[in-house]
Nanobody, 118 residues
Framework: QVQLVESGGGLVQTGGSLRLACAGSGSIFGIVAMGWYRQAPGKQRELVAS???????YYADSVKGRFTISRDNAKNTVYLQMNSLKPEDTAVYYC????????????WGQGTQVTVSS
């Protein structure tokens, strides 16, 4: 059974930094991409950053230049380095993995809270 566990969230001041980690376990036939989503109260979940098998990256406009996504294949872990944090970044952050097995299948972690104080 596939499990994704996020860590690294917490409370920081504006301008501070956090590094989120998502450790995966279980079997996925073929990983297409890994990414991070976030959801603030009363708002829809949005894609923050993603990285493909070939290490192509994507970032939402709101985080470009501040966040960096990376992978460590040996540790089966994806990271999100978040710098210059703003109160608008406050949300629950979710890890996502897309696996290809005839169709693309999504796996989700339980989320980790990030709170940025002003």
């Amino acid at each position: 059974q596939v499990q994704l566990v996020e860590s690294g969230g917490g409370l920081v001041q504006t301008g501070g930094s956090l590094r989120l980690a998502c450790a995966g376990s279980g079997s996925i036939f073929g990983i297409v991409a890994m990414g991070w989503y976030r959801q603030a109260p009363g708002k829809q979940r949005e894609l923050v950053a993603s990285i493909t098998r070939s290490s192509t990256t994507y970032y939402a406009d709101s985080v470009k230049g501040r966040f960096t996504i990376s992978r460590d294949n040996a540790k089966n872990t994806v990271y999100l380095q978040m710098n210059s944090l703003k109160p608008e970044d406050t949300a629950v952050y979710y890890c996502n993995v897309k696996g290809l097995d005839s169709v693309v299948r999504d796996y989700w972690g339980q989320g980790t809270q990030v709170t940025v104080s002003s």
